[in-house]
């Protein structure tokens, strides 16, 4: 599969012994090479080093040697396999620090900025894509929840299945990217990336902490918000530079984590002028609203510090994308890329035309509602939008239509009637991804904590119906949040990825005629 890089036996243990990994060695010589990596049975070929990970079966491993896989590397020994093995303690973390090498280490080649947070990756990860683009003639490379880029063609161009590849993915990409001749990479780390060791190994020159808020926790994903936050603060720990945003909770907790790897002299905290802060930590980078508007925003950056204003990003800019709380990823993209030399008028351009799939997308009516789809669908997404949207817009009625997902972040179910109660007039619930759950089930446990007898409440189960209902239906004036999906070209039903046509093109066909 990956024709262009290549490893050794010795090469592999030395690794694996480096960071204690190695269990056992069923090799008798050293000096094999290895051609291919791969973590899949249907994708190894000739010469392949194939990883036993995950919910393994020993079947694959008899694929994978039918297809060429001359050793394996397994967590357990398989004896009646006809090829040798590295046996190892942990086969995410080995996996991860294979695969750079493998690659010939291609971080080292493409300085990479880093985004976490509960909130706010992937529009903080395109407003930096589309300003370092400027700088960099479009040579930016992106690892995003939507799309993955590492050259300059189309076909370099990819939709993303996770928010953070595998590692064998990821550095596969890297060096992609690296081969595309692509100057840099910017990137989402999710705390599963952490907690699965995906990133394992990976240092980032520029890392970014967005914000936290519960979410992502419970079965398959993590036990309890403390593991969360230990995941997320992880891209602290592994950053040259760390940006941190003050107007988030827990700001010690991650502050200490940053200094535990990082000289105060790299860290920027930046925030929203006179919010009331958690620690009195001084903040490099301040900002404020100047304008704020259904369709976009206006602010101003003010350096507060020596090192912030090395930076030299004091300066006016408008934000393409509306919502009060993308001024603060708009700071952040702005801070990280002026790190890797964009200068204000790059930043300005690249803020004021960025668009996100599927995030605060407006489609304008003559003679109904104006309708946002948007990607929120957790209690501190929602919230945000809903309380951008009723500011703005105190008179018209705010109408949304989200569902939630099942078999995981079950607490978004509360967080999304907690929301809506707070800030909506009218809602629609219907399907978003059940997987094995009965979508009518979550709507009524989101429900639950909504006052039904203050905001109308409607199930219904299509979710094209109700979307459809909820648009035309609307008055001039009125709002109407469609959540959740955003472009999504399917909904995840049953283990199946069930083909839907995704609430932006649903919204688009309805608008032509409004
Ligand atoms: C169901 C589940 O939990 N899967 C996770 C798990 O996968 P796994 O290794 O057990 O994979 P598996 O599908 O059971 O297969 C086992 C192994 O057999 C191999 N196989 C399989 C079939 C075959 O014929 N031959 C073969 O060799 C597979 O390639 C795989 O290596 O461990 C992997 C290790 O990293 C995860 O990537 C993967 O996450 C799934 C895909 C997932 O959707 N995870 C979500 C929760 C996630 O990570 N989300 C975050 C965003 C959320 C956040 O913000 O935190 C993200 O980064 O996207
Ligand atoms: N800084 C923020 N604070 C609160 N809500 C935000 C913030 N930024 C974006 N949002 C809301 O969250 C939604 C998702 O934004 P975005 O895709 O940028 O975040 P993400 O961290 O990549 O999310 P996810 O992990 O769910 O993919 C947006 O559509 C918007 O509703």
Redesign the pocket.
């Known amino acids: 599969m990956h024709k262009l890089a290549q490893i050794t036996v010795a090469e592999v243990l030395v690794l694996l012994n480096e960071h204690n990994l190695l269990l056992e060695s069923q090799f008798s010589s050293s000096s094999h090479r290895f051609d291919q990596i791969a973590?899949?049975?249907?994708l190894v070929t000739d010469n392949c080093l194939f990883?036993c990970?995950?919910?393994?079966k020993p079947a694959?491993l008899d694929?994978?040697q039918k297809n060429g896989a001359t050793a394996y590397m397994s967590e357990k020994a398989y004896r009646n396999a006809a090829i040798p093995g590295f046996i190892v303690t942990n086969i995410?973390k080995a996996m991860s620090l294979v695969s750079a090498a493998f690659f010939g280490f291609p971080q080292d080649k493409l300085p990479t900025i880093a985004y976490t947070g509960t909130k706010g990756k992937t529009t903080s990860a395109y407003f930096t894509k589309a300003i370092l683009d400027q700088t960099y003639d479009r040579r930016v490379a992106l690892s995003s929840?939507i799309n993955t880029v590492v050259g300059l063609t189309s076909k370099d161009v990819v939709k993303s299945n996770?928010?953070?590849p595998?590692s064998l993915d990821l550095f596969t990409n890297m060096h992609q990217a690296v081969e595309n001749g692509m100057s840099h990479l910017v990137m989402e780390v999710?705390?599963?990336?952490y907690k699965?060791n995906?990133v394992y190994g990976l240092h980032y020159d520029v890392g970014v902490f967005l914000n936290i808020s519960p979410d992502?926790i419970g079965r398959?994903?993590h036990p309890t918000f403390a593991d969360y936050l230990h995941c997320k603060e992880q891209l602290l720990v592994n950053s040259n530079i760390c940006i941190l945003n003050a107007d988030g909770t827990h700001l010690t907790d991650i502050f200490y984590a940053a200094k535990t790897t990082t000289q105060p002299e790299n860290i920027f905290i930046y925030g929203r002028a006179s919010k009331n802060q958690e620690t009195d930590f001084p903040v490099d980078i301040e900002y404020r609203s100047l304008a704020d508007s259904l369709t976009e925003n206006q602010i101003q950056i003010t350096a507060k510090t020596e090192k912030a204003k090395a930076l030299k990003i004091d300066g006016v800019y408008k934000i393409g994308i509306p919502g009060d709380y993308n001024e603060g990823n708009a700071v952040a993209a702005a801070i990280t890329s002026a790190l890797m030399g964009a200068k204000p008028t790059e930043i300005e351009y690249g803020l004021a035309n960025t668009t996100v799939p599927g995030r605060m997308e407006i489609y304008q009516t003559k003679t109904h509602g104006t309708v946002y789809v948007d990607y929120a669908h957790n209690y501190g997404s929602l919230h945000s939008v809903l309380d951008f949207l009723k500011k703005q817009a105190p008179t018209g009625k705010v109408t949304v239509i989200t569902g939630s997902t099942g078999d995981?972040g079950i607490d978004r179910r509360e967080g999304l009637g907690k929301a809506i109660d707070e800030s909506a007039d009218q809602a629609y619930l219907t399907t978003d991804d059940p997987a094995t759950e009965d979508p009518k089930q979550i709507a009524k446990e989101i429900a639950d904590h909504i006052d039904t007898s203050r905001v109308a409440t409607t199930y219904i189960p299509d979710r094209k119906t109700a979307i459809t209902k909820a648009v035309t239906e609307s008055q001039k004036g009125d709002l109407v949040v469609v959540a959740g999906k955003g472009h999504d070209p399917y909904q995840k039903i049953n283990g199946k990825n069930v083909p839907y046509e995704g609430d932006a093109a649903i919204v688009k066909n309805l608008v032509k005629g409004l």
């Open positions: 973590y899949n049975s249907k990883f990970k995950g919910n393994f694959y694929d994978a995410q929840t996770l928010t953070t595998e999710s705390s599963q990336a699965k995906r992502h398959n994903e995981k």
